[in-house]
C-alpha cells in the first residue's frame, strides 16, 4: 500500500491549511486512516483518525479546531485544519491501517506516508 500526501505548507497563525491522503495500491480494506505529526524534538503523536464507519478520534490539543474526513471510493482521507497555532508546526504523518492483497493471500498491513512539512508562523 502506497500513501501519498499533499497539502502541507507555511501558514500564519490563524490560518488554514488542507492536507490530503491518498492510498493506493493492493488494497482489500482500510480499517482506520489518518494523521499523527512529530514537531522537532518530541515524539510522534495522534492528531485524528477515522475509521472505515466513520468514527473520529482527536487529539484534544486539535479538537475544535481540525476536521477529519475521508472519500472511500477514493481511499482517501482530509486533514481540515483551521486556526493553525505555532505549536501545530510538525511533519504531519499519514496512517493506514488495513490489509491487503500479498502473495494470493490477504495480510494486515500498517503503513506510514512519508510525510508533509506544516509550518505556522507567529
Known amino acids: 500500500v502506497q500513501l501519498q500526501a499533499s497539502g502541507g505548507g507555511l501558514v500564519e497563525a490563524g490560518g488554514y491549511l488542507r492536507l490530503s491522503c491518498a492510498a493506493s495500491g493492493s488494497i482489500f480494506h482500510i480499517s482506520v486512516m489518518g494523521w499523527h505529526r512529530q514537531a522537532p524534538g518530541k515524539q510522534r503523536e495522534l492528531v485524528a483518525v477515522?475509521?472505515?464507519?466513520?468514527?473520529?478520534t482527536y487529539a484534544d490539543s486539535v479538537k475544535g479546531r481540525f476536521t477529519i474526513s475521508s472519500d472511500n471510493a477514493k481511499n482517501t482521507v482530509y486533514l481540515q485544519m483551521n486556526s493553525l497555532k505555532p505549536e501545530d508546526t510538525a511533519v504531519y504523518y499519514c496512517?493506514?491501517?488495513?490489509?491487503?492483497?500479498?502473495?494470493?493471500?490477504?495480510?494486515?498491513?500498517?503503513?506510514w506516508g512519508q510525510g508533509t512539512l506544516v509550518t505556522v508562523s507567529s
Open positions: 496512517l493506514f491501517v488495513g490489509s491487503a492483497t500479498l502473495a494470493g493471500g490477504v495480510s494486515p498491513t500498517t503503513n
Open positions: 477515522i475509521t472505515s464507519g466513520g468514527s473520529t
